[in-house]
């Protein structure tokens, strides 16, 4: 696991962080294995920690992959859950 690039977001009391993950011919790492691994290497609680998008290359055994880690957890379910409200409710009115 290689970390690429990390960007602070003070407006949303979040950084963006994107690793690199090697899984050697295996398939994609789940999001709750990458969580374990990546609270571990930040040493953040899983509270405060969001794994945004996973990325595989097609043919390769390489991962990219887009992690939220915010500073208090009242913000997190605040942003995370409004994105999840609005989708199901847009599915609802179909």
Same mark, same amino acid.
């Given at each position: $696991?290689k970390? !690429?690039?990390?960007?602070? $977001?003070? !407006?949303l009391s979040? @950084?963006?962080?994107v690793y690199?993950i090697d899984? %050697?011919?295996?398939? #994609?790492?789940?999001? *709750?294995? =990458?969580?374990e691994? /990546?609270?571990k290497? =930040?040493? *953040? &609680? +899983?509270? =405060? !920690?969001? /794994? +945004?998008?996973i990325?595989s290359k097609?043919g390769? %055994? /390489? %991962?990219?992959v887009i992690a939220? *880690?915010?500073?208090?957890a009242k /913000?997190? #379910?605040h =942003?995370?859950? @409004? +994105? *999840?409200?609005?989708?199901? @409710?847009?599915? @609802? &009115?179909?």
């Amino acid at each position: $696991m290689k970390k !690429l690039y990390e960007k602070d $977001m003070p !407006l949303l009391s979040r @950084k963006r962080i994107v690793y690199e993950i090697d899984h %050697s011919k295996k398939s #994609t790492p789940k999001k *709750v294995d =990458l969580e374990e691994q /990546i609270s571990k290497d =930040l040493n *953040v &609680g +899983k509270d =405060l !920690l969001k /794994i +945004k998008h996973i990325y595989s290359k097609f043919g390769e %055994s /390489i %991962s990219k992959v887009i992690a939220h *880690v915010y500073s208090d957890a009242k /913000i997190k #379910t605040h =942003l995370e859950d @409004k +994105k *999840v409200k609005t989708r199901k @409710k847009k599915k @609802k &009115g179909k």
